[in-house]
């Protein structure tokens, strides 16, 4: 992987995504079934902002602070729309952006996911630190030693 290498070559197509009214059970639904930490919210097709597991954990833990019941909390995650937790400022890639693009806005904002979007704010892909390692690993193969 060179450093000029294009985001459209490496990023995540058609990520799980969900709209600003969903609730947050649908979020939750992605975050255990599909083991994503970043969905997307999209309204129309364009980007509209992010929610991330750490969102999501601070709604939960605001909930079990109160000693909100089994039975209740689950409501509560219904009653709760995605509008109202994601972030709506998201930094973003273009997919001709670079690699090292990619990283300098990682490092950056400390930052762990990267909606990739058309100039018009179409979503078209989403990039994660873990896409970047995976496609490090590809490069340098067996060259890893993981135990130092």
């Known amino acids: 992987m060179r450093n000029d ?6 990023m995540t197509r058609h990520p799980a995504t969900v709209a600003p009214d969903d609730n947050l059970n649908t979020v939750k639904t992605i975050f255990e079934n599909k083991g994503f930490h970043h969905v997307p919210v999209v309204k129309e097709g364009m980007l509209a902002g992010i929610v991330s597991y750490t969102d999501y954990l601070q709604i939960i833990s605001e909930m079990h602070q109160g000693n ?15 509008r109202d937790v994601m972030t709506q400022a998201v930094v973003t890639l273009r997919p001709g952006d670079t690699v090292e693009d990619a990283i300098n806005l ?17 979503l078209v892909g989403i990039l994660t ?5 995976k496609v490090l690993e590809q490069v340098l193969g067996p060259s890893i030693d993981y135990a130092g």
Do not use: C, M, S, W
């Not at 909100?68 to 995605?82: C, W």
């Not at 990682?106 to 179409?122: G, N, S, Y």
């Open 5 to 10: 290498t294009r985001i459209d070559q490496i």
């Open 106 to 122: 990682f490092k950056t904002h400390v930052f762990h996911a990267l909606p990739v979007v058309e100039h018009d704010q179409r």
């Open 68 to 82: 909100t019941p089994e039975g209740q909390y689950q409501a509560g995650l219904d009653n709760i729309q995605v």
């Open 129 to 133: 630190t873990h896409d970047l390692v």
